[in-house]
């Protein structure tokens, strides 16, 4: 197996992977990013991302996409939006292999705290984190606008 930076050319796989956890996660509609999206946000001049693959056999199996954050208890942290393998390749270790490219990423350039969010019915990934020495927040929300809120609440004023 093999991890590695993502390149422009893999980002349809990116992308199919985000429509598999999408689907995962019991929100298969929700996904509105295109490649043009990743490659514009994660390659440009100020990329907003970065993005590791998991490679088996010369396939890509597996995506960590994550990026800065800056916390006003912490600093400079990192946030991981997405850690997924497909399906079909569960249990290769490819998981833990991007996991632990990322905290090694975090330990390499001196971030204070890497965070993430889980569902609260994803037990296998929380009691991976869990095992893994994260502390699993159970008393916070995760508090979303989407873009029509976002519309909405700028024309109330």
């Known amino acids: 197996m093999n991890i590695r930076p993502a390149t422009t050319n893999d980002m349809s796989d990116v992308l199919a ?12 509609d929700a996904v509105e990013v295109t490649v043009e999206d990743l490659i514009k946000d994660g390659f440009g001049e100020h990329p907003l991302f970065n993005v590791l693959v998991a490679e088996l056999d010369n ?10 954050r800056f916390s006003t208890w912490k600093g400079r942290t990192i946030h991981l939006e997405d ?9 290769t270790g490819a998981g833990y292999a991007l996991y632990n490219e990322v905290m090694n990423i975090a330990k390499a350039t001196g971030v204070r705290r890497v965070e993430w969010v889980v569902l609260n019915w994803n037990e296998p990934a929380i009691n991976f984190y869990k095992k893994s020495g994260a502390t699993v927040l159970e008393d916070w929300y995760t508090v979303q606008m989407d873009q029509n809120g976002i519309e909405q609440f700028s024309q109330t004023k």
């Open 59 to 68: 396939h890509i199996i597996g995506m960590a996409l994550f990026y800065n």
């Open 83 to 91: 850690l997924i393998v497909t399906e079909s390749a569960r249990g």
């Open 17 to 28: 992977l985000i429509q598999e956890l999408a689907t995962f996660e019991k929100e298969p």
